[in-house]
């Protein structure tokens, strides 16, 4: 299998190279050229496999150049029990509405699902060409630890992340800035998740830049991300159906929209998935698309900082690959598109919005802080579970789409322990911190504080790079 640029101008390429890229060199984002399908046969194949061999299986359908046997090692080391105690379980709510835990990693939230196995992978690939890479990203709050969490002490990396200076939980800052590794550069940026992004954006577009100092991506631009988050939609909708053809919906907390995509593909792929339900918070640029078919990003200025602050997000930095599908995957409107967007700050797809859910399965909804704290008041009430922020933003949302006989799994994004605050405030209970992570915010940190300025950490990392 070989991967192209949403924007067309990048030759074929195999896994292994675009793994290492991020973004494509026309500033695009890879794709496989054709999706592999899944078929009833083989799904029903797969019922009895653990995580690792799903994931393997799954994984082996887009990796063509790793032999197999080496990717099922990485994915057992990747989900192992002393990494994921508990693998993806489902936790009922209500009749027809449960959770998919995918928050039972090493960083308390469901971007580990993914970053451990690109951890594996990454040490793997470097090690066989005899190559370092430095790993350039972006978090809002959740990505950046299961990043370095997955990448500290591995050979060949190094980790520079940024994130906004002030706007994540304590916990997420602790969980960042306490490791101590060689390898791993925190760096905290005065500004909101959407200028650090363009950081990243800008230096990996450069690419003099890019190449002198090896740069990749572990930020949901790199499609490897994307391939290991389709594994939890096909094992979620195995361990939520008991035989052919049923129907599963899923409710995605969404603000880099990498997500919910990995559930458009799984669904391209023949998944049988109903609906996929976007959740955003009042941050709700995605929302207002699916709603308007007009996409209009907001500045810097008019991103909130909410109580789901991973979500705080205006610029969508998955979108351009389902827009890519909406267009008929037609590289040179995508190219347009793209343009109008930088030009005037928005584009108008709304000719297009009886696809969305006619063909796409998307339908979306926006939650507030106000309806965070009453569901997860409620969920807590009814059931003895807390959930954090962000699921809360996926079952407030997810409840207006419940149907008869089709199973909802809200893809649960994170533990509450990582927002004790909000939980607090909702409940008047402290959530439960892991008995490793309980002396977390008084271990030492260590940062690097600096204005938003590409130039100022394009000289940072080159004073740190590998």
Same mark, same amino acid.
Request: glycine share 8%; aromatic share 8%.
């Given at each position: 299998?070989?991967?192209?640029?949403?924007?067309?101008?990048?030759?074929?390429?195999?896994?292994?190279?675009?793994?290492?890229?991020?973004?494509?060199?026309?500033?695009?984002?890879?794709?496989?050229? =054709? +999706?592999?399908? $899944?078929? #009833?046969?083989?799904?029903?194949?797969?019922?009895?496999?653990? &995580? %690792?061999?799903?994931?393997? *299986?799954?994984?082996?359908?887009?990796?063509?150049?790793?032999?197999?046997?080496?990717?099922?090692?990485?994915?057992?080391?990747?989900?192992?029990?002393?990494?994921?105690?508990?693998?993806?379980?489902?936790?009922?709510?209500?009749?027809?509405?449960?959770?998919?835990?995918?928050?039972?990693?090493?960083?308390?939230?469901?971007?580990?699902?993914?970053?451990?196995?690109?951890?594996?992978?990454?040490?793997?690939?470097?090690?066989?060409?005899?190559? =370092? +890479?430095?790993? $350039?990203? #972006?978090?809002?709050?959740?990505?950046?630890?299961?990043?370095? &969490? %997955?990448?500290?002490?591995? *050979?060949?990396?190094?980790?520079?992340?940024?994130?906004?200076?002030?706007?994540?939980?304590?916990?997420?800052?602790?969980?960042?800035?306490?490791?101590?590794?060689?390898?791993?550069?925190?760096?905290?940026?005065?500004?909101?998740?959407?200028?650090?992004?363009?950081?990243?954006?800008?230096?990996?577009?450069?690419?003099?830049?890019?190449?002198?100092?090896?740069?990749?991506?572990?930020?949901?631009?790199?499609?490897?991300?994307?391939?290991?988050?389709?594994?939890?939609?096909?094992?979620?909708?195995?361990?939520?159906?008991?035989?052919?053809?049923?129907?599963?919906?899923?409710?995605?907390?969404?603000?880099?929209?990498?997500?919910?995509?990995?559930?458009?593909?799984?669904?391209?792929?023949?998944?049988?998935?109903?609906?996929?339900?976007?959740?955003?918070?009042?941050?709700?640029?995605?929302?207002?698309?699916?709603?308007?078919?007009?996409?209009?990003?907001?500045?810097?200025?008019?991103?909130?900082?909410?109580?789901?602050?991973?979500?705080?997000?205006?610029?969508?930095?998955?979108?351009?690959?389902?827009?890519?599908?909406?267009?008929?995957?037609?590289?040179?409107?995508?190219?347009?598109?793209?343009?109008?967007?930088?030009?005037?700050?928005?584009?108008?797809?709304?000719?297009?919005?009886?696809?969305?859910?006619?063909?796409?399965?998307?339908?979306?909804?926006?939650?507030?802080?106000?309806?965070?704290?009453?569901?997860?008041?409620?969920?807590?009430?009814?059931?003895?579970?807390?959930?954090?922020?962000?699921?809360?933003?996926?079952?407030?949302?997810?409840?207006?789409?419940?149907?008869?006989?089709?199973?909802?799994?809200?893809?649960?994004?994170?533990?509450?322990?990582?927002?004790?605050?909000?939980?607090?405030?909702?409940?008047?209970?402290?959530?439960?911190?892991?008995?490793?992570?309980?002396?977390?915010?008084?271990?030492?940190?260590?940062?690097?504080?600096?204005?938003?300025?590409?130039?100022?950490?394009?000289?940072?990392?080159?004073?740190?790079?590998?």
């Amino acid at each position: 299998m070989k991967y192209r640029s949403t924007r067309g101008g990048m030759a074929p390429l195999p896994f292994c190279d675009i793994l290492l890229e991020g973004l494509a060199p026309d500033g695009g984002l890879t794709l496989p050229e =054709t +999706l592999p399908q $899944l078929d #009833a046969g083989t799904l029903e194949s797969w019922r009895g496999l653990s &995580y %690792a061999e799903l994931a393997a *299986r799954v994984l082996g359908l887009f990796i063509g150049d790793v032999p197999a046997p080496d990717l099922l090692r990485m994915t057992q080391a990747a989900y192992a029990p002393d990494v994921f105690p508990r693998i993806a379980p489902v936790k009922p709510l209500r009749p027809g509405l449960s959770l998919l835990g995918l928050s039972e990693g090493p960083t308390l939230a469901f971007k580990d699902m993914a970053m451990q196995f690109l951890g594996q992978i990454f040490e793997y690939v470097l090690a066989q060409r005899g190559q =370092t +890479l430095n790993i $350039l990203g #972006a978090t809002s709050g959740d990505t950046g630890s299961a990043a370095e &969490y %997955a990448l500290r002490g591995k *050979r060949g990396v190094a980790v520079f992340m940024l994130s906004p200076h002030g706007r994540m939980s304590a916990f997420q800052r602790a969980q960042m800035y306490s490791l101590q590794d060689a390898n791993i550069h925190n760096i905290a940026v005065h500004g909101v998740f959407d200028e650090c992004q363009d950081i990243v954006k800008a230096l990996a577009g450069d690419l003099d830049f890019k190449s002198a100092h090896r740069l990749g991506a572990v930020n949901s631009i790199n499609w490897a991300r994307i391939a290991a988050q389709i594994v939890y939609y096909v094992w979620g909708w195995l361990r939520a159906t008991s035989g052919p053809g049923q129907s599963v919906s899923f409710a995605v907390p969404s603000g880099n929209f990498g997500n919910i995509l990995a559930g458009h593909l799984a669904r391209r792929m023949g998944l049988p998935i109903r609906r996929l339900v976007l959740a955003t918070n009042e941050n709700n640029v995605l929302e207002e698309f699916f709603r308007t078919g007009i996409y209009r990003p907001r500045p810097a200025s008019q991103t909130y900082a909410t109580s789901s602050p991973s979500m705080d997000i205006s610029r969508a930095s998955n979108f351009e690959r389902f827009v890519f599908d909406l267009v008929g995957q037609d590289a040179a409107r995508v190219r347009a598109l793209m343009d109008e967007l930088r030009r005037t700050g928005a584009f108008d797809l709304s000719d297009l919005k009886p696809q969305f859910t006619r063909d796409y399965g998307f339908v979306a909804g926006a939650s507030s802080h106000a309806d965070r704290l009453a569901t997860i008041r409620a969920v807590h009430a009814e059931t003895g579970v807390l959930i954090d922020p962000h699921t809360a933003d996926g079952v407030h949302v997810a409840q207006a789409h419940l149907e008869p006989g089709v199973p909802m799994l809200v893809l649960e994004t994170a533990l509450p322990a990582k927002f004790a605050e909000t939980l607090i405030e909702a409940t008047g209970q402290a959530p439960a911190v892991p008995a490793d992570l309980q002396d977390l915010q008084q271990r030492p940190q260590r940062v690097e504080i600096m204005d938003c300025d590409a130039r100022l950490v394009a000289d940072y990392l080159r004073r740190h790079a590998l």
